[in-house]
């Protein structure tokens, strides 16, 4: 993997080029809308519905941007070998300390979701995971001091 390469899992592209397609059709329209009417209650300087709808405008452009160099860097996960943690794998681990099961998804940081359980590769777990496999401990350093985790078990899916 180069630097400027980003790894995705195919749900992963779907749900990017998914949001870009909504932001360049549905919200472009919507947005220009919202400006068509702040420019008809006429007096631009101290017009705030035009100001607001300009810096909205001004964020999604930079948003579209984003994802389109997000997109043209990407490189989709075809296939998951289970034996070892890869980017797309679900592993199970046993938080060693306080005897814990936990279940993460390894994911691009564009797909990462803490709430959903998908850590990036790029973070401190994620790292210390790819390449592991059943059986294999993983130290983590974290605020609260180091966590040691046991890979229990890697699935595709």
Do not use: C
């Amino acid at each position: 993997m180069t630097n400027d390469e980003l790894i995705l899992t195919p749900e992963g592209l779907a749900e990017l080029k998914a949001e870009l397609e909504d932001l360049k059709t549905v919200k472009r329209k919507e947005l220009a809308e919202r400006l068509k009417v702040a420019i008809s209650y006429g007096d631009l300087k101290e017009n705030s519905e035009y100001h607001s709808a300009k810096d909205d405008q001004a964020f999604m452009e930079t948003k579209i941007l984003q994802l389109e160099k997000t997109l043209t860097k990407a490189r989709v996960v075809k296939s998951i070998d289970a034996s070892v943690v890869s980017v797309g794998s679900y592993v199970k681990l046993d938080d060693i300390e306080f005897k814990e099961t936990v279940e993460y998804r390894i994911v691009s940081p564009a797909e990462a979701d803490a709430h959903n359980n998908k850590i990036s590769y790029e973070s401190p777990l994620g790292k210390e995971l790819i390449g592991k496999s059943i059986g294999d401990v993983v130290s983590v350093t974290a605020p609260m001091g180091v966590i040691k985790y046991e890979v229990l078990d890697i699935r595709a899916k």
